[in-house]
């Protein structure tokens, strides 16, 4: 299902009574500007839904089975969507990007979203269902930025132009990034000066979320798959 049918599909789970839960919470040149303070979610998208549901009632039990809530692709759909609600659980967070000398506008929150969607992706590569996965969760992330960039007076024409260039700044991001895995911190800290802090990061804050990437990395990996893919779980503070 693509991202563009999250809205609709959601919506429909609340009608039919499915239990849901509540989030608790670039370079420059590719992002729109310094002051819009947030990638705001669609209003339809802001809680968890529940992977496995289990209704206490047999006949809507039923009835969900024969909508094809329990499918394989619902349940990657619903997957997904909790999963990057994780990845952007911190970026609207300012004390986030305070406790690491960041400001607080639409280029760093992209770069706070980009780290934790990388380290979702690194989990995933463990999965059997990780490439599909991480398709419906990408899919996400761009139908959100889409959403922003449009609220913000992006043309239609300048549209994948921009996102184009945000999705540059995230491949690029992530490749720094796999390249530092199973490496020393010093790699790690490298890539996040230039791809995250613009080198315009002291050595401190740079150091603090090296040690908070590889403590949430260990997390992930340390997580079983059912957990994991369920996505009722956050990632923890600073």
Known sequence: ?????????????????????????????????????????????????IVDFKPTS???????????????????????????????????NPNFLKHFGMPNDFNKQFCIISIHMWMIFVRLRKESVGKQLSQEV???????????????????????????????????????????????DALLAMALYRNIFSFDGDAHHVGMMVAYIRRELNKLEMMDSDTFLGGMWEFSMP
């Open 1 to 49: 299902m693509r991202a563009h049918a999250v809205n609709r599909v959601t919506e429909g789970w609340r009608r039919q009574g499915v239990k849901v839960f509540s989030q608790s919470s670039a370079t420059k040149s590719a992002a729109p500007g310094a002051g819009e303070k947030s990638m705001a979610i669609p209003s339809a998208v802001k809680s968890k839904i």
């Open 58 to 92: 047999s006949i809507f039990e039923t009835a969900l089975r024969l909508v094809g809530f329990y499918s394989k692709e619902s349940k990657i759909t619903r997957s997904a969507l909790n999963l990057y609600l994780n990845a952007r659980q911190h970026a609207d």
């Open 138 to 184: 990408f899919d996400n992330l761009w139908f959100d930025a889409q959403k922003h960039l449009k609220n913000l007076g992006v043309g239609v024409l300048s549209l994948n132009a921009r996102t184009r260039d945000l999705q540059n700044v995230f491949y690029g991001s992530a490749v720094a990034f796999d390249f530092s895995l199973g490496t020393s």
